[in-house]
């Protein structure tokens, strides 16, 4: 008997396109996951600047101390739903590369710019870019709430989270002095200053209710996910997060001035305001869960019997697998990820120019000494004064001129904060979000035009500021390099495209202050204010460079 080999022919089946180039799932091949973890190795070293300062955040800034949970959320939320994730593995879309391409654009801009907002963001659309090439879009939209969940750990921009706690000690101050009246404590609010006679106290900006805020929005919005029910009442249980903070943070504050009306300013300070904090954390994190459940019985249908019935813990979804889906990977028959190397790729080369980024020198020019910085510009005569610790400590100043000149019975208050270099967040804080926390309301605020000796005009903010009967005018802008600046917004812009153009990040921020006498006018104190900014233009090159 003779015997002839069997042939068995092998047809590799093309698999079938969908958008933008997904396919049919099928699983990663070797090759593919390994381009899947040097994807995220090679991210990860890119982004380690702005990773630190994240943590650094999260571990010592208590508005954000909530960050540190919400990776650990994300990931058991997208664990919870691996049994639907599953199937669209291997289903990756060019969507995904499209993603990290742009978020290497907005890496370069923040890097370049110095916004860590962006560059965190940045960050993010990477880890969404590389999930869209591993399952593909509709996998994508699965794990969308992790992914967006994320987000809620990133501060706010620093402009931005200066006004809004500037508004928040505002608001809280007025509750609170609200709070003490209504228990009969005489109390007065000035700006964020709650008088109380003997005793004032002052609402700061730790007081302002972030760090209630921050994550118990992060909490709610969780719940508002995980609850099953009508959409109207998870974007409630949402959306009364907000107000429950700020509504028992100045509670909270009224308390403490009737502690400190009766035992003395002692009872604002140490362990028992600490723990007193973290009481109210819970009692508003309490009333979101009862609100839930209170929304849980307003319904047609029956009521739930347990918090199971009332959160959409999948837990079949931790044993049971789905019928027909093996989650067991052969990498024989597995196939190779085109999406997955290119954005390999993409970040290989964001990883090429961020060396390049780092690697140019920036400029810092030569500069004088503010010491030098003359006493004596025209009849003003100045005075040269010392900032306390605690405030240099927040702004990290490389130099500083702080002084007041007076002229007759003629004031004004002379402040130039200097940074050689405005590279990872060293920025000027701006007096718009500042003035509040030293108990000032800020009546007006606008921009005019102060004008230089040469007869060319530039612009200024200009603030009317009161603090009870006490009025001050404010003028302050910004110089950066060879600009005269007002807008905050133009600051940036102008930042990232030196950094570009010049390699130079250096700058200022100049303000003056002076009272608004009873016998003078607001007129008059501009006047006075713009004739004395026009001499401190004419010394500022000297310390400020062009």
């Avoid at 990776?71 to 289903?91: C, K, Q």
């Avoid at 904090?277 to 739930?304: D, K, Q």
């Avoid at 006490?470 to 060879?482: A, G, I, T």
Wanted: with cysteine; glycine share 8%.
């Amino acid at each position: 008997m003779s015997t002839r080999p069997v042939m068995i022919e092998t047809t590799i089946q093309p698999q079938p396109e969908t958008q933008c180039g997904e396919r049919e799932a099928s699983p990663l091949s070797f090759r593919s996951w390994a381009g899947l973890i040097l994807s995220l190795a090679l991210a990860i070293y890119i982004y380690s600047d702005t990773l630190s300062f994240l943590l650094d955040n999260w571990l010592y800034d208590d508005n954000y101390s909530h960050g540190l949970f919400i990776p650990v959320i994300s990931l058991f939320l997208i664990w919870n739903a691996r049994r639907e994730l599953w199937p669209h593995v291997g289903r990756g879309s060019w969507w995904g590369a499209i993603i990290v391409a742009a978020a290497g654009i907005l890496f370069v801009v923040g890097e370049a710019g110095t916004l860590h907002f962006l560059l965190h963001i940045s960050f993010w659309m990477i880890l969404a870019g590389l999930t869209v090439c591993v399952v593909g879009v509709q996998g994508a939209r699965t794990s969308a709430f992790p992914l967006l969940y994320l987000l809620t750990a990133i501060p706010l921009p620093g402009l931005l989270h200066q006004t809004l706690s500037g508004q928040l000690q505002l608001l809280s101050s007025s509750l609170g002095v609200g709070c003490l009246q209504l228990v009969g404590v005489m109390a007065y609010q000035e700006g964020n200053v709650i008088d109380l006679g003997p005793i004032q106290l002052q609402v700061v900006e730790a007081c302002s209710g972030l760090r209630y805020l921050f994550p118990l929005v992060s909490l709610s919005l969780l719940c508002a996910y995980l609850y099953q029910d009508r959409f109207w009442k998870r974007a409630l249980v949402f959306l009364s997060s907000v107000p429950i903070a700020v509504m028992l943070n100045g509670f909270r504050i009224g308390m403490i001035g009737v502690l400190v009306d009766n035992f003395g300013s002692a009872a604002a300070e140490g362990f028992g305001h600490f723990f007193e904090g973290w009481i109210f954390f819970v009692a508003s994190l309490g009333i979101v869960l009862g609100e839930i459940w209170l929304l849980g019985h307003v319904s047609a249908g029956t009521s739930p019997k347990d918090w199971g019935q009332l959160l959409r813990l999948k837990r079949s979804g931790l044993s049971e697998p789905m019928p027909g889906v093996s989650m067991r990977a052969d990498v024989r028959v597995l196939r190779f990820s085109p999406q997955l190397w290119c954005s390999f790729g993409l970040i290989g080369i964001l990883a090429v120019g961020s060396s390049a980024l780092v690697k140019s020198e920036e400029i810092i020019p030569s500069r004088s000494a503010f010491l030098d910085f003359r006493m004596q510009l025209g009849p003003w005569q100045g005075v040269a004064l010392a900032m306390e610790k605690q405030y240099l400590d927040v702004l990290k100043l490389d130099d500083y001129l702080l002084a007041n000149y007076a002229n007759d019975r003629q004031a004004i208050n002379l402040y130039v904060g200097y940074y050689g270099s405005q590279q990872k967040g060293r920025t000027p804080h701006s007096p718009a979000a500042c003035i509040p926390g030293g108990g000032w309301a800020i009546n007006s605020l606008n921009v005019v035009d102060a004008r230089l000796q040469a007869g060319s005009a530039f612009p200024v903010n200009r603030a009317v500021i009161q603090k009870g009967d006490e009025k001050q005018l404010v003028l302050y802008w910004f110089k950066q390099r060879d600009r005269l600046l007002a807008q905050e917004g133009l600051v940036k812009f102008y930042l990232f495209w030196d950094s570009v153009i010049k390699h130079r990040s250096d700058g200022a921020l100049v303000r003056l202050v002076t009272p608004i006498l009873s016998q003078d006018d607001e007129t008059a104190a501009e006047r006075r204010l713009l004739e004395f900014a026009e001499l401190v233009s004419t010394e500022l090159p000297r310390f400020v460079p062009d």
